[in-house]
């Protein structure tokens, strides 16, 4: 219920805001608040409506869809996030064209020790724990030419043993 007073708090002190968001709060914002933000990124896990609202509920689709709409009509930038998981880690490629096709920014993919950002040329900064950046000094990443590369593959096979290792263990 403080949401709105906080967001203007903020922003009457010159601070940059970003806002991620299922879609719900980009909708319930009105306009005046809504361009407060310097971006949104919007949670999408899955690159079409069946398994995008099979794992975030039904009409979540549709939701994150107005809500980019909105947004772009505003002229605030929109960014895609996503969670890397093994059951969709095959579907990034397609989550990077979805995030092009509608005019994000970038899309984010987050996973366990691991921050991968896709900007919208198909570049990727992959956080020092993967395994793309092993063999780099702390604290830097690798760069990974795009999603569908041998490299950006390796790093998600290596996520998976990993998860079925520690599945087995348990």
């Known amino acids: 219920p403080e949401f709105v007073p906080v967001l ?24 005046e608040h809504l361009k407060m933000l310097h971006d949104v990124d919007l ?4 690159p079409n409506e069946k398994e995008q609202d099979r794992f975030r509920g039904e009409g979540n689709w549709a ?13 605030i930038p929109v960014s895609i ?27 984010y993919m987050a996973a366990a020790n691991m921050d991968v950002k896709f900007q919208a040329n198909g570049m990727a900064r992959a956080a020092a724990s993967s395994a793309a950046a092993a063999n780099e000094p702390e604290g830097q990443g690798a760069d990974v030419s795009s999603p569908s590369t041998p490299e950006f593959h390796e790093m998600l096979q290596q996520m998976e043993s990993k998860s079925k290792g520690e599945e087995s263990s348990t």
């Open 63 to 75: 939701l994150v869809h107005q809500a980019i709409a909105r947004c772009r009509r505003l002229n």
């Open 43 to 46: 949670s999408i896990d899955f």
């Open 8 to 31: 203007e708090y903020l922003y009457t002190r010159g601070i940059r805001l970003n806002l991620a968001s299922n879609g719900y709060s980009v909708m319930e914002l009105d306009d």
């Open 81 to 107: 996030l996503a969670t890397l998981m093994v059951v969709n880690y095959s579907r990034m490629d397609a989550l990077v064209d979805l995030a092009r096709k509608n005019g994000a920014a970038c899309a």
